[in-house]
């Protein structure tokens, strides 16, 4: 499985973005598919996780704020992330849990400026 990722950019600090990560491959096999950040000097963490069948969760920090959804068609996951702050800027990463294996994309990176 491979992960593109796309969509990260600079914005200011109530704005959207929307992140995108098309899945190539042996997609079939995709179980989860989630989004997870690391800014400087902190340590990567998750952002939020949509199953295959399609239940969701999110880190507290972002609750009400992103959404995450995937397109199976396209196969594609999307994060819209809306009301964005300062604390938002980081690298963000799309990751895939398959049967057997995990697959991360590149990262895109978000800035969010005051």
């Known amino acids: 499985v491979q992960l593109q990722a796309s969509g990260g950019g600079l914005v200011q600090a109530g704005g959207s973005l929307r992140l995108s990560c098309a899945a190539s491959?042996?997609?079939?096999?995709?179980?989860?598919m989630s989004w997870y950040r690391q800014a400087p000097g902190k340590q990567r963490e998750l952002v939020a996780a949509i199953s295959s069948g399609g239940i969701t969760n999110y880190a507290d920090s972002v609750k009400g704020r992103f959404t995450i959804s995937e397109d199976n068609i396209k196969n594609t996951a999307y994060l819209q992330m809306n009301s964005l702050k300062p604390e938002d800027t980081a690298v963000y990463y799309c990751?895939?849990?398959?049967?057997?294996?995990?697959?991360w994309g590149q990262g895109t990176l978000v800035t969010v400026s005051s």
């Open positions: 990751y895939a849990r398959g049967t057997r294996n995990t697959y």
């Open positions: 491959g042996s997609v079939f096999s995709i179980v989860t």
